[in-house]
């Protein structure tokens, strides 16, 4: 179970990063891009996916959030545990993935609630989401960072042990 060793996991590693960025709150960047510069039908469809997304986001964070950050402190927890205490690097692994993920997943409610407490339309929604789709990817940046460092030094140690 040799992680960062494991040229699919660092596949996994950026194509989780990748999507992450994409998608902003569900809709995709290039659309928020073309909101940006269209008006009219183009500009209503981005509206109207953003509100069903925030809606459905909201929803699940006001029903479930209590459970969800329950379930995910549990995980990330025994995750820890196994990982740094009882050193198994597929668990440190899915640390080094879950915990900026769990960041990200906070910074989604946190802008869902945003934009229905402040009912943002047009301009102002786009710059939102841009803000959004920038401290996502500071958190990948730092997480990618982290991560490579942390692979790096696993696999310097177990080849200097002879693993």
């Known amino acids: 179970?040799?992680?960062?060793?494991?040229?699919?996991?660092?596949?996994?590693?950026?194509?989780?990063?990748?999507?992450?960025?994409?998608?902003?709150?569900?809709?995709p960047y290039d659309m928020i891009l073309r909101a940006r510069r269209a008006k009219g039908e183009t500009g209503q469809d981005f509206e109207d996916l953003v509100r069903i997304n925030v809606n459905r986001i909201l929803l699940i964070a006001e029903e479930s959030g209590v459970l969800l950050v329950g379930f995910a402190s549990f995980m990330l927890t025994a995750l820890?545990?196994?990982?740094?205490?009882?050193?198994?690097?597929?668990?440190?692994?899915?640390?080094?993935?879950?915990?900026?993920?769990?960041?990200?997943?906070?910074?989604?409610?946190?802008?869902?609630?945003?934009?229905?407490?402040?009912?943002?339309?047009?301009?102002?929604?786009?710059?939102?989401?841009?803000?959004?789709?920038?401290?996502?990817?500071?958190?990948?940046?730092?997480?990618?960072?982290i991560t490579a460092m942390w692979g790096m030094l696993q696999n310097f140690s177990s080849s200097a042990l002879g693993g």
């Open 80 to 145: 820890v545990l196994l990982g740094f205490v009882y050193d198994r690097e597929f668990a440190q692994a899915l640390v080094l993935l879950g915990t900026p993920m769990t960041l990200v997943a906070w910074l989604v409610v946190r802008t869902a609630r945003a934009i229905r407490a402040r009912d943002l339309h047009g301009p102002d929604l786009v710059k939102r989401l841009s803000r959004h789709r920038v401290m996502t990817q500071v958190i990948g940046i730092i997480s990618l960072f």
């Open 1 to 27: 179970m040799r992680s960062f060793s494991n040229l699919w996991f660092w596949i996994a590693l950026a194509v989780m990063w990748s999507t992450v960025n994409h998608w902003v709150l569900g809709v």
